[in-house]
Every structure is written in C-alpha cells, then in structure tokens.
C-alpha cells in the first residue's frame, strides 16, 4: 500500500470506531508515530496533509525537527513528545513541543516549570498512567493520580489536558480494554483538576488496539507501524 493509501485507512479505521462507540465526528485525533524514521518520511506524510508527529527520544526528535524546519521553513507540524524524559532533557524540548505525552513525576514538572519560566512559556501536557502496573513501565500508579495531580498544581507554566498510558503487549486487543476503560475512568474521577475540564484528553491505543482504545474513549491515538511500516531499530542505534 502507498502512504496515501495506508493513512487513509487508519482515519477510515478512527472515523468508523468513532462513530461505532456513539461519539461525535472529529472526537479522535491521530498522532502519527515517526520514531526511528526519516525527515523523508514525515516529510512525505506532511504532504499529504497530517500534521501531527509523535517521536519518543529527545535526540531523535530534536534532529528531526531541525531538518524538517531547514527543509520547509512554513510548515505548521505539531510535534507531540511522547516517550519518557529525563529531567536534564527538559530544557532541550520546552518550546518545541505541541503536546508532551508523559509527565510522570513531580521533579520533572518543576525540572519543566523552571525551563518554561525562562522563557515565558507554558507547556500542554498529558499524566502518564502506569494502567497495567508493569515494574518495567514508568507512569504514575492509579491510586496516586490524583494527589500527584494536585501537588504539580503549583507549577503554573504546565497546563494538564488529560492522561495517557500504555497499554499490557497483547496479540487480542480485548484483552485491554480493561485498561483503557480504567484511564478513562481515572480521568473522570480527576476531571475537576484539569486545565480544560471540557475537552479531557486521553491517549491511548496504537497500531494494534487503537480501535478498541477509541471505543473506551481515547481522544489521541499513536499509531507508527500501520502508517509508517515496519520499523529497523538496528540502523537507529546511534540515536
């Protein structure tokens, strides 16, 4: 399949799932996942009309994003980090990201608060969730959201628009809905201390189960190898 073809029927996919689950056209948004491809390749998308970019390395991005710039000086990208961050890479993305997918601790949103200051910004960010409570994932654990939420409401330069979260691996995506029905229920419960209670972002569902993630009530879903095929980590080592 063509790029063309390939993404348009991932927003078939989203609009149909949209529609099944009752909810409102336009209610999903598609981050497209570029991590471990080219400017080529983003490039390539971009002409297509998609503008929005996940990419999960700070380096990664940051060369990425600079290419892309030098390459198409107007071009209107947003650019979504959606992979952990560590606190001495703050600095090297605030300003330069649409949307950040993963605040996961305390000391990196005042790592984030105190970047932003500097340059009198404000940042758009998503809680990550650790919904499926593996040691090997980061994200905060379900029954501490809220005070986690609460204590980071001091740092004034970070909005909080919602959660996202990673689901368990699993070949059957029903086997996590139960996931994402608990985001969306932890988002509902914490609904009162977001920055926009209208309009709750949850993130959640890629490739394989964006589907089932849409009809628990995802607003943003990553996809990567569905639109951009399979990935080669090996010749991104060095990233």
């Avoid at 040691?135 to 959201?145: C, E, V, Y």
Wanted: with cysteine; net charge negative.
């Amino acid at each position: 399949m063509t790029r063309s073809e390939r993404l348009e029927r991932i927003q078939q996919d989203i609009t149909e799932s949209t529609k099944t689950s009752g909810r409102e056209p336009g209610a999903v948004s598609l981050v497209a996942v570029s991590k471990t491809f080219a400017a080529d390749d983003v490039a390539a998308f971009a002409a297509l009309g998609h503008l929005d970019f996940g990419e999960n390395k700070v380096q990664e991005f940051l060369q990425k994003k600079e290419e892309i710039d030098r390459r198409l000086p107007e071009n209107n990208l947003r650019w979504h980090v959606i992979g952990h961050l560590q606190r001495n890479k703050a600095k090297e993305i605030v300003g330069k990201t649409q949307l950040f997918h993963a605040l996961d601790s305390v000391k990196l949103a005042s790592s984030l608060n105190l970047q932003l200051d500097r340059i009198a910004e404000s940042m758009d960010c998503l809680v990550q969730v650790n919904v499926s409570g593996e040691a090997s994932k980061f994200g905060i654990d379900p029954p501490d959201l809220r005070q986690f939420i609460e204590s980071i409401s001091e740092q004034p330069n970070l909005r909080i628009h919602g959660l996202m979260t990673l689901a368990s691996p699993s070949y059957n995506p029903e086997d996590v809905r139960g996931e994402f029905a608990l985001l969306r229920q932890l988002s509902e419960s914490a609904q009162d201390l977001f920055f926009d209670s209208t309009r709750v972002h949850l993130s959640m569902g890629m490739s394989h189960d964006f589907k089932v993630a849409i009809e628990e009530g995802a607003t943003i879903v990553r996809v990567g190898s569905s639109l951009f095929g399979s990935r080669d980590y090996s010749a991104n080592a060095s990233r």
